[in-house]
């Protein structure tokens, strides 16, 4: 692998390896249905390759027949790496064939609440009693309308919020340690006077154990009395019990989705959007997180044609 990982970050190049121990497999076994003539890299020939792409094309999954689009798209990259790093001539065949079609990824489906579900699952969570509710609905409404990722919220410091300028400081960002870097996101109004709220429950839950203050803006006592970080995976059941309750189960990147949308149809440019969700990229933004919508779009060309 490293003869191909120069381009890729530590954790591509572990999804790689699981990836390519999956494509390991599939010519195994299409090796064994007297399907491919090797599974060596460096002895593949076109025909091989042709009969693993059919092979992604109709295999079974758990959706039904064959590998979703951006799985086949993926796999068909790591086996081309791969076949460049053995020096197998094939690579140039596939790559000017005129007769192979090979995998595109599809536009993915974006998954956001509606502004309606949104304000029914808030609601629903005012009877989350205790300390879980009170950091539930924190959670909701700093996701939903800060845009957070999943542990910039549950590793994040009291000073890093900055409740005059009405912004968080994210020092534990996506690439933390390698091409990340720390940087501000802003709190829309919907969320602040539920970030008034959690502080003052805040105070009630440390002095309740006889602390005035600690580091975490999200503390968690242990049993042994000592304050900290939440873990993951507690992180994780707090949701998931918050979703339940609500009835209405979510997840946190949906929630992240949910505020790039609504600040799309509320007529931000899809760069704004991007620079509130702290992308590199706008393509990111759009292919993941927020896309004008059809009626929209037509209602905008419209307007360029009526006087």
Known sequence: MDAIGPFYRPNTIAVMERGLCRIGGALSELRAEGKVTT???RKLKLEDVVAFLVWMRS???RY???LQPGTQENYFEYLLALLKWVENPVVLKLMTSGYIRLPRRSLPEINVLSESELERLQSRLAKMTGWDGCVARF???MY???GLRRSELRLARLQD???KNWRILVVHPKGEGTWGSASVATILPPARQNVRDFLKERKKYLSSSGLRECEPLVPRIWRDGTVGYWTDALWGKVKARAG???DTPFRIGELRATFAQMCKDRGASIEVVSRALRHRFVLTTEMYYARIRPDAAFRELEGLFTT
């Open 144 to 146: 939903a309308y800060a």
């Open 139 to 141: 959670m909701v409404a």
């Open 59 to 61: 295999c079974p999954t």
């Open 161 to 163: 919020i900055d409740m």
């Open 244 to 246: 339940r309750l609500a």
């Open 39 to 41: 599974t060596n890299p």
């Open 64 to 66: 039904g027949e064959g």
